[in-house]
């Protein structure tokens, strides 16, 4: 199926566009509860979550025999809710850091629930398989009901996120300041750490549990590029979240065969590549240009003072001078004399350089300046 | 003055971090009205008084009382200035909106601010001399307008006691002085202000009453009755005689 198939099914095929309204969902609202995540500099957090509820999954299906979403997803809350939980105990209670209580939680909640995973598929009973899609994902396993569900959590979510936007963000920027003004941090810190908890749950069938944290990250950090505005980042982070659903399943859609949630996670990745290029004022091209025009600026204006210093010392400031004396100086290039000239600071002629009035001037200026700041 | 309740009264008050002692069994009244500087080494705990006044670090032992009452029944009463490094400067936002959350205190839970409150913002902006940057992102201010900015919002915190962790910290001399004019302009409103300070040599000049901290309360009272070379050393450990002979 190539593109232009793929738009004409969109709107009329069912499973396809169930699977195109999840995704983007999904996208919105890990998206803009990411932005959350990566302000509280909690990044790694959502990768820990979403790791520690593999043998939530596992346990579940162990407990009850049953494979349905709600009953698997049920378990992936409650256990990364446990993994989140102990993350805290031990940072608070022992010597460790946070980096290394995540990455504890991470592996040992990783490698018991991959251990769980091994054990139910060896189990003599034909209903096991399948569970393994957990590790990636799999979009083509979502239904209407799983769209709706992913509606309402991110109705609430949005209702809750606007209903405390004065204190989510007090409490974001400045804690400390937050919890003097009466605010019951504790409280905003859980609410918001249970949203993002649930988003990583959402995610889980769809992108999986490996990937799933690049879908909170991701959106955010490109979003955090074009704006300095926290109410402008968290939509923007939404929309790149859900256009990262849209496109990536057009393309496992267009392709063959392409796993679904690595190929949003890849396009939700490209995002950030363009936006930390492209981005006005934090992007790295604006940066090298604006850069560059520093350097070229401060090369000009050094030749310029060189030039001055030489020309003071004659009665008439235009006095012509060789060019190869320029040869002297280290900051001396071809383009800052080209640039020299546009600016009609000098004058050259027969290979002979002369300061303008107007060259004069600026150089005086230069000397002014930099002498008040000194001051 | 004396016959009032005391604008901070602390009785025992003992905190400790992971078994270690921070503070240890601080007794200490701030009477109303007074311009207090908080001094002492690195790790005496100056920073964790402020905050344990301000209920953000949990006392294993003693209380505190806000003109005669809990802190959480006058709190409103209270403005904070926390230190500068705490926070993280590139936060998605404006000068305008950092000095607007002084005003969420008093609008209280999910109430939104308005025009009132950012009246009030702009005028504490203007006095701090920040007006013109209102509109700036953040992270593009010098340290010394970032305190400034922190000024501000405490200010718009109209309250009767201002609590300020090193707003001295990084500013250069034009914002130092600025800072200390709004210091006794806050005390000549009749506020009281206690900063924790590092510089002993302009203590006299900035302040008309100081407490010595090292864990223990060293003293407490009056810069022209305790500041003195006696004090100085029970505090830092080191003889500090050439020190201020020399201011």
């Given at each position: 199926m190539d593109f232009t198939e793929y738009f004409t099914q969109v709107f009329n095929d069912y499973t396809l566009r169930t699977i195109t309204l999840g995704t983007a969902i999904l996208g919105a609202i890990s998206g803009m509860l990411g932005s959350f995540a990566v302000l509280r500099k909690q990044s790694l957090l959502g990768d820990a979550i979403s790791h520690a509820s593999l043998p939530g999954i596992a346990l579940a299906f162990l407990l009850t025999g049953?494979?349905?979403?709600?009953?698997?997803?049920?378990?992936?809350?409650?256990?990364?809710?446990?993994?989140?939980?102990?993350?805290?105990g031990i940072v608070k209670n022992t010597h460790l850091k946070s980096d290394t209580a995540l990455g504890l939680i991470l592996s040992v909640f990783f490698g018991a629930g991959i251990l769980l995973l091994t054990f139910i598929q060896k189990m003599p009973d034909a209903n096991q398989a399948g569970l393994d899609t957990y590790l990636f994902g799999q979009a083509a396993t979502l239904v209407e009901s799983d769209v709706w569900l992913m509606s309402l959590v991110t109705g609430v979510s949005l209702f809750l996120v606007m209903l405390f936007w004065k204190e989510f963000k007090l409490n974001l920027f400045d804690a400390d300041f937050a919890h003097s003004l009466g605010f019951n941090t504790k409280f905003l810190d859980l609410l918001i750490s249970s949203l993002i908890v649930i988003a990583i749950v959402l995610g889980l069938q769809t992108?999986?549990?490996?990937?799933?944290?690049?879908?909170?990250?991701?959106?955010?950090?490109?979003?955090?590029?074009?704006?300095?505005?926290?109410?402008?980042?968290?939509?923007?982070?939404?929309?790149?979240?859900?256009?990262?659903?849209?496109?990536?399943?057009?393309?496992?859609?267009?392709?063959?065969?392409?796993?679904?949630?690595?190929?949003?996670?890849?396009?939700?990745?490209?995002?950030?590549?363009?936006?930390?290029?492209?981005?006005?004022?934090?992007?790295?091209?604006?940066?090298?240009?604006?850069?560059?025009?520093?350097?070229?600026?401060?090369?000009?204006?050094?030749?310029?003072?060189?030039?001055?210093?030489?020309?003071?010392?004659?009665?008439?400031?235009?006095?012509?001078?060789?060019?190869?004396?320029?040869?002297?100086?280290?900051?001396?290039?071809?383009?800052?004399?080209?640039?020299l000239i546009d600016k009609e600071y000098i004058r050259v002629y027969n290979n002979m350089w002369s300061l303008t009035d107007k060259g004069f001037r600026q150089a005086v200026n230069m000397y002014n300046q930099s002498e008040d700041s000194y001051e | 003055m004396s016959n009032q309740k005391p604008a901070i009264a602390i009785n025992d008050l003992t905190v400790a971090y992971d078994y270690k002692p921070v503070l240890?069994?601080?007794?200490?009244?701030?009477?109303?009205?007074?311009?207090?500087?908080?001094?002492?080494?690195?790790?005496?705990?100056?920073?964790?008084?402020?905050?344990?006044?301000?209920?953000?670090?949990?006392?294993?032992?003693?209380?505190?009382?806000?003109?005669?009452?809990?802190?959480?029944?006058?709190?409103?009463?209270?403005?904070?200035?926390?230190?500068?490094?705490?926070?993280?400067?590139?936060?998605?936002?404006?000068?305008?909106?950092?000095?607007?959350?002084?005003?969420?205190?008093?609008?209280?839970?999910?109430?939104?601010?308005g025009q009132k409150q950012k009246k009030a913002a702009l005028e504490a902006l203007e006095k701090v001399g920040m007006l013109e940057f209102k509109e700036r992102q953040i992270s593009q201010l010098s340290g010394g307008q970032q305190q400034r900015i922190f000024l501000a919002r405490a200010l718009?915190?109209?309250?009767?006691?201002?609590?300020?962790?090193?707003?001295?910290?990084?500013?250069?001399?034009?914002?130092?002085?600025?800072?200390?004019?709004?210091?006794?302009?806050?005390?000549?409103?009749?506020?009281?202000?206690?900063?924790?300070?590092?510089?002993?040599?302009?203590?006299?000049?900035?302040?008309?009453?100081?407490?010595?901290?090292?864990?223990?309360k060293i003293a407490t009272g009056p810069v022209k009755d305790i500041f003195n070379d006696d004090n100085l050393t029970k505090t830092y450990g080191i003889n500090y005689k050439v020190a201020v002979s020399e201011s």
């Open positions: 049953i494979k349905s979403t709600d009953v698997l997803l049920a378990g992936a809350l409650i256990s990364g809710l446990i993994g989140t939980y102990w993350i805290r992108v999986g549990v490996i990937l799933m944290s690049a879908m909170l990250l991701a959106p955010a950090a490109a979003a955090r590029q074009w704006t300095h505005k926290l109410g402008a980042m968290v939509i923007l982070s939404g929309i790149f979240g859900a256009l990262s659903g849209i496109v990536g399943t057009a393309f496992s859609a267009s392709g063959d065969n392409l796993s679904t949630g690595p190929v949003i996670v890849l396009v939700a990745a490209c995002f950030v590549l363009l936006s930390f290029i492209f981005a006005p004022g934090r992007g790295l091209l604006f940066r090298e240009l604006r850069y560059r025009k520093n350097r070229n600026d401060l090369e000009m204006n050094k030749t310029l003072a060189f030039m001055y210093n030489i020309a003071k010392g004659h009665e008439n400031i235009s006095h012509p001078h060789s060019v190869r004396i320029l040869n002297n100086f280290r900051g001396y290039t071809r383009k800052s004399l080209k640039k | 240890w069994d601080i007794d200490l009244e701030i009477p109303e009205g007074v311009l207090m500087a908080i001094v002492g080494p690195n790790g005496a705990g100056k920073s964790t008084l402020i905050k344990s006044i301000l209920q953000i670090v949990k006392p294993i032992a003693g209380s505190i009382e806000v003109f005669g009452k809990p802190y959480k029944r006058n709190q409103r009463m209270v403005a904070y200035v926390p230190q500068k490094g705490s926070v993280d400067w590139d936060f998605p936002t404006n000068a305008l909106d950092v000095v607007m959350m002084g005003t969420y205190g008093k609008l209280g839970w999910i109430k939104r601010p718009v915190q109209n309250a009767r006691i201002y609590l300020m962790d090193e707003p001295f910290q990084g500013v250069d001399a034009t914002t130092e002085k600025a800072i200390v004019n709004l210091l006794k302009e806050l005390r000549k409103a009749g506020k009281t202000v206690v900063v924790v300070h590092h510089d002993l040599q302009t203590v006299p000049e900035y302040f008309d009453w100081v407490t010595f901290l090292n864990v223990k």
